[in-house]
């Protein structure tokens, strides 16, 4: 079973790729992102070793982690930030594995938004990038999350640069123009694992 690390920066398109490879060929995607979500919900692990790394004031009256108070409390204080990334990225990572492994495909997708930067990319068999320039990443979040450009930018600047992406990656997606041309570079890649699957099987 393969294992393809589907990675790119903010708005590039991560999302809508791993959706055309779900419903065009049925194939699992895990995503890093909902599971990150799911495991600062209340009971699950993530939130109790947040609760108490930072104190029950990251946490509202309902039992719920108030986003807003952590996130502040990150932006200012670099050692804080590292704490957390400490307390959440060996459970995403160890969470994504464990899904990963129940599944019955010749290949998942794991949608990895930080893979480079997180330094994981042994985590996965091969790397599949998806690729626009800055300007069209700064549109399509601008158009989808109604955030500021100076916000998006400085998103964009804190993850690694679309050049060391493209260095430190086996595929590519070019997602610059319409989601038309999405399709058949989707069904390529599709094919190509399923022929290293096998070869990976032997
Ligand atoms: N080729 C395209 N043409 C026009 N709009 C696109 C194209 N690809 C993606 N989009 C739109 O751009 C936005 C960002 O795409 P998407 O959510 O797939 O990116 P992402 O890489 O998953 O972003 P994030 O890093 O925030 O999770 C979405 O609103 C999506 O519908
Ligand atoms: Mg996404």
């Known amino acids: 079973m393969l294992k393809i690390g589907l990675?790119?920066?903010?708005?590039s398109g991560k999302s809508t790729i791993?959706?055309?490879?779900?419903?065009?060929?049925n194939i699992p995607i895990i995503d890093a992102d909902i599971i990150a979500r799911q495991l600062v919900e209340p009971g699950q692990k993530g939130l109790g070793l947040i609760q108490h790394k930072f104190?029950?004031?990251?946490?509202?009256?309902?039992?719920?982690?108030?986003?807003?108070?952590?996130?502040?409390?990150?932006?200012?204080?670099?050692?804080?930030?590292?704490?957390?990334?400490?307390?959440?990225?060996?459970?995403?990572?160890?969470?994504?594995?464990?899904?990963?492994?129940?599944?019955?495909?010749?290949?998942?997708?794991?949608?990895?938004?930080?893979?480079?930067?997180?330094?994981?990319?042994?985590?996965?068999?091969?790397?599949?990038?998806?690729d626009c320039s800055v300007e069209v990443q700064i549109a399509r979040v601008m158009q989808r999350d109604k955030q500021s450009k100076k916000q998006i930018k400085s998103i964009i600047s804190s993850q690694v640069s679309r050049q060391y992406r493209l260095t430190h990656t086996n595929d590519v997606i070019e997602n610059t123009k319409s989601t038309n041309q999405l399709a058949e570079q989707v069904k390529?890649?599709?094919?190509?694992?399923?022929?290293?699957?096998?070869?990976?099987?032997?």
């Open 7 to 11: 990675t790119g920066g903010i708005g």
């Open 18 to 25: 791993a959706d055309l490879f779900k419903t065009l060929f």
């Open 55 to 130: 104190g029950q004031l990251v946490i509202n009256q309902d039992g719920v982690l108030d986003r807003n108070k952590l996130r502040e409390i990150i932006f200012t204080d670099p050692v804080k930030k590292q704490q957390l990334e400490e307390i959440l990225h060996p459970l995403i990572y160890a969470e994504m594995q464990s899904i990963f492994e129940k599944q019955n495909s010749s290949y998942s997708i794991l949608c990895i938004p930080l893979l480079m930067e997180t330094k994981q990319c042994s985590f996965v068999d091969r790397i599949l990038v998806v």
């Open 188 to 202: 390529k890649l599709h094919n190509q694992y399923l022929n290293l699957a096998i070869l990976n099987s032997e």
